[in-house]
């Protein structure tokens, strides 16, 4: 996708050295991808990825579940090297930001995004997600449809603090936008999937209610590249696009909430024309 490649660009030729909790970053601040639905299902062709790991994935999320082992069963790896920095084998110190070995023997990961979107506040909490998509079918007009991931009150418990912090659902009550905020974002490796995750969100709400995929945006807060995977961006960054795919769904029931739980929905989609380049690894940097 162009608008992927002219951040990764722009990094490139105007990103400033940053050194973090977890190495050496070129960065810029304040970045927006944009991609029009209707020109194609927005998975990068530069490099071949993976779908199935994306949806498995926003599955967890949607079912507000916070134990790693659920993915572990499905082949998802994402989660493996987290934990929740509250558990008692959490090892704290200084660097309590980074996961220790605590993440091999327990599979909790803390109140993440899944545990906000469906029960901010903690157990019978407010499902967010449930409440934006019943206003999209009495009120789909609203501009207060909004689900935040960012719980000041439970970020210490997370694995992770929130990258992709939250989301908003703007329609015209025939097409359907989607905006996500993110205020850390990894370039090379975490927004292709980041990008991924919410096309799919966008594709099944859209579904679940009936309208059309419209605009795919992301506001990026602190946009970088891992020093580690900078030259390997830039080469990958040389090949030229192909053809975006098109996200086909199966039979299986549009209700979102019913199709994430039914493990068949894992077989209940395809990419017509999905031709990308070979795939290329990243460094994942904790």
């Known amino acids: 996708m162009k608008t992927y490649l002219d951040i990764v660009n722009r990094i490139l030729m105007y990103g400033e050295e940053k050194i973090g909790r977890n190495g050496s970053t070129t960065s810029i ?7 029009d639905m ?25 079912q507000g579940f916070t134990h790693k082992s659920w993915l572990k069963e499905r082949g998802n790896k994402f989660w493996n090297k987290w ?17 220790s070995k605590a ?57 992770l603090p929130p990258c992709h ?11 359907l936008d989607l905006i996500w905020r993110q205020r850390s974002c990894d370039v090379a490796v975490g927004l292709p999937y980041d990008i991924l995750l919410y096309g ?6 859209s579904r679940h209610v009936g309208m059309v995929p419209r605009y795919l945006i ?6 970088h590249i891992y020093d580690v995977n900078l030259a390997q961006l830039e080469s990958v960054a040389q090949r030229r696009p192909n053809i975006l795919p098109e996200l086909i769904f199966g ?36």
């Open 29 to 35: 601040t304040g970045e927006t991808f944009r991609h």
């Open 38 to 62: 209707r020109k194609g299902f927005p998975i990068l062709t530069i490099r071949e990825m993976s779908l199935q790991n994306a949806i498995t994935e926003l599955r967890f999320f949607i």
């Open 83 to 99: 934990c929740n920095r509250q558990s008692e084998e959490y090892a704290h110190n200084i660097q309590y930001l980074t996961p």
């Open 103 to 159: 993440s091999l023997i327990t599979d909790d990961l803390g109140p993440i995004y899944g545990s906000q979107w469906r029960s901010f506040g903690g157990i019978g909490g407010i499902d967010q997600l449930k409440g934006v998509i019943e206003t999209l079918k009495v009120a789909p007009l609203s501009r207060r449809m909004l689900v935040s991931a960012w719980n000041p009150n439970e970020i210490e418990s997370m694995a």
């Open 165 to 175: 912090d939250s989301f908003q659902f703007i329609s015209n009550g025939l097409d």
């Open 200 to 205: 799919l969100l966008l594709s099944l709400v």
């Open 218 to 223: 992301g506001q990026l807060g602190d946009t």
């Open 251 to 286: 039979k299986l029931e549009k209700d979102l909430f019913a199709w994430v739980e039914s493990d068949l929905c894992a077989e209940d989609w395809s990419l017509l024309n999905y031709n990308p380049h070979p795939k290329s690894v990243f460094q994942v940097v904790e």
